[in-house]
């Protein structure tokens, strides 16, 4: 699935906000609700996050590698590589 990015001006946003007015004050409305309830859109405030960063402090850190073919490492420099 690709998605495509359209680039429009700020009255052409302010438009499309004006004519779906109803369907962005409700989700306004659910967002605030659940800012001040359990739930944070606000990364920084989800307590799931922390728990994972906690977590993750208990498993010894995975090591990631990729086996690049010889015909590419002979046009890469060492430099490159590392």
Known sequence: M???VETITRDEL????DARRKHV???LDWAEEHQRGSWSMYLAERPDIKDAREAATLFAPRRISARV???ARAKCSA???R
Do not use: M, N, Q
């Not at 302010?14 to 906000?17: A, D, G, K, R, T």
């Open 2 to 4: 690709t998605a495509v």
């Open 69 to 71: 073919p010889k015909e």
């Open 79 to 81: 430099r490159t590589l």
């Open 25 to 27: 004050g409700h989700f």
């Open 14 to 17: 302010l438009s499309l906000v």
